[in-house]
T-cell receptor
């Protein structure tokens, strides 16, 4: 069945450094790739998403890149801040289909 | 509270008991979902519903049941058949047919089996 693999499971960076989280997916028909951020004790919230007709999307310090040929996509956070500390989930789905989530990455930004 | 409300926030259950988690949304979303969150395993889909009076099993439906009698409500029952029910349960909703399954999550319910 469909599967999304996410790496690394934990990531620790120094404030101001960049962080990169990578995901691979198995369903070649997937065309929607969102990223959710879950702060400690809070609900997951969408931070950025990308569709298959776009290779890269940026929103301030956050960017997502997509390589459909290789079936992988990545989240890039630049100039990390302590408030970026959270668990990040990638996901993939077909048009109108159910989302399949990765296992999550716990990002820790050290001041 | 984001338009989607889950209750209770914390729930304790004795083995052999069924419990029902409530999920209500006022976003006029057609689709609703239940996910289970365990450390290191991401969000796993239990059941989802794209329209009233219809629902489908997700990846880990065994030991769970749902109903969708109203658009606004999608309760989840954790039955005694669920072997390891202690977990954090998240309900979500989305606009069906919008082409992008942007999910709005509730605050979650933490179930502990004593």
């Amino acid at each position: 069945g469909e599967n999304v693999e996410q790496h690394p499971s934990t990531l620790s960076v120094q404030e101001g450094d960049s962080a990169v989280i990578k995901c691979t997916y198995s369903d070649s028909a997937s065309n929607y790739f969102p990223w959710y951020k879950q702060e400690l004790g809070k609900r997951p919230q969408l931070i950025i998403d990308i569709r298959s007709n776009v290779g890269e999307k940026k929103d301030q310090r956050i960017a997502v890149t997509l390589n459909k040929t290789a079936k992988h996509f990545s989240l890039h956070i630049t100039e990390t801040q302590p408030e970026d500390s959270a668990v990040y989930f990638c996901a993939a789905s077909r048009e109108g289909g159910k989302l399949i989530f990765g296992q999550g990455t716990e990002l820790s930004v050290k001041p | 509270d984001g338009g989607i409300t889950q209750s209770p926030k914390y729930l304790f259950r004795k083995e052999g008991q069924n419990v029902t988690l409530s999920c209500e949304q006022n976003l006029n979303h057609d689709a609703m979902y239940w996910y289970r969150q365990d450390p290191g395993q991401g969000l796993r889909l239990i059941y989802y519903s794209q329209i009233v009076n219809d629902f489908q099993k997700g990846d880990i439906a065994e030991g769970y049941s749902v109903s969708r009698e109203k658009k606004e409500s999608f309760p989840l029952t954790v039955t005694s058949a669920q072997k390891n029910p202690t977990a954090f349960y998240l309900c979500a909703s989305s606009i069906y047919g919008a082409g992008a399954n942007v999910l709005t999550f509730g605050a979650g319910s933490r179930l502990t089996v004593l």
